[in-house]
T-cell receptor
Framework: DVKVTQSSRYLVKRTGEKVFLECVQDMDHENMFWYRQDPGLGLRLIYFSYDVKMKEKGDIPEGYSVSREKKERFSLILESASTNQTSMYLC???????????????FGEGSWLTVV | QKEVEQNSGPLSVPEGAIASLNCTYSDRGSQSFFWYRQYSGKSPELIMFIYSNGDKEDGRFTAQLNKASQYVSLLIRDSQPSDSATYLCAVDGDSNYQLIWGAGTKLIIKP
């Protein structure tokens, strides 16, 4: 089974703190993603990476950065946390493939971040 | 802007009945279609993937794809209280990597 592991499940941080969310996948997937999910807004893509050291902005990259130094690990960084970044953050991974090849996205268990 | 639309619900269905969830998409070039289930407080999990026009069955779940009308449906037969969850529809996007997500339909199965 594909395993996507988010090391921090529940975090409480203060406004202005730097926050690191770590994600590791064990299936040698090329693609990795960070989403946030808020009630009524669905899944919104923050960043994704299709290879080591490669990254692309998603729909809501402002206030976030990412790092992918190794294929299996993808980190989300909040440089200066703000209260509007309180959310559930989901890491995910998938195989690389042509469009339409059915590249299932597998999710981690989620990280609940509260910024106070 | 490519879109995937779902009725947010909640959709309330009696136990044992058929639950029917619908999803429409805007990009005629879309080729892969996914249904994910998400329990409250949990992450989404894949329940069905469909690629070709027509129906795909897996146990109590049937996905129906109609590319001409640009919709995909999920039918759940013999609904159980454990099927109560939010169901997310996703469609392949422009790139090789991304999916476009609907906002989800909340399904409630009443005993």
């Amino acid at each position: 089974d594909v395993k996507v592991t988010q090391s921090s499940r529940y975090l409480v941080k203060r406004t202005g703190e730097k926050v690191f969310l770590e994600c590791v996948q064990d299936m040698d997937h090329e693609n990795m993603f960070w989403y946030r999910q808020d009630p009524g807004l669905g899944l919104r893509l923050i960043y994704f990476s299709y290879d080591v050291k490669m990254k692309e902005k998603g729909d809501i990259p402002e206030g976030y950065s990412v790092s992918r130094e190794k294929k299996e690990r993808f980190s989300l960084i909040l440089e200066s946390a703000s209260t509007n970044q309180t959310s559930m953050y989901l890491c995910a991974s998938s195989l690389f493939g042509d469009r339409g090849s059915g590249n299932t996205i597998y999710f981690g268990e989620g990280s609940w971040l509260t910024v106070v | 802007q490519k879109e995937v639309e779902q009725n947010s619900g909640p959709l309330s269905v009696p136990e044992g009945a058929i639950a029917s969830l619908n999803c429409t998409y805007s990009d005629r070039g879309s080729q892969s279609f996914f249904w994910y289930r998400q329990y409250s407080g949990k992450s989404p999990e894949l329940i069905m993937f469909i690629y070709s026009n027509g129906d795909k069955e897996d146990g109590r779940f049937t996905a129906q794809l109609n590319k001409a009308s640009q919709y995909v449906s999920l039918l759940i037969r013999d609904s159980q209280p454990s099927d109560s969850a939010t169901y997310l529809c996703a469609v392949d996007g422009d790139s090789n990597y991304q999916l476009i997500w609907g906002a989800g339909t909340k399904l409630i199965i009443k005993p």
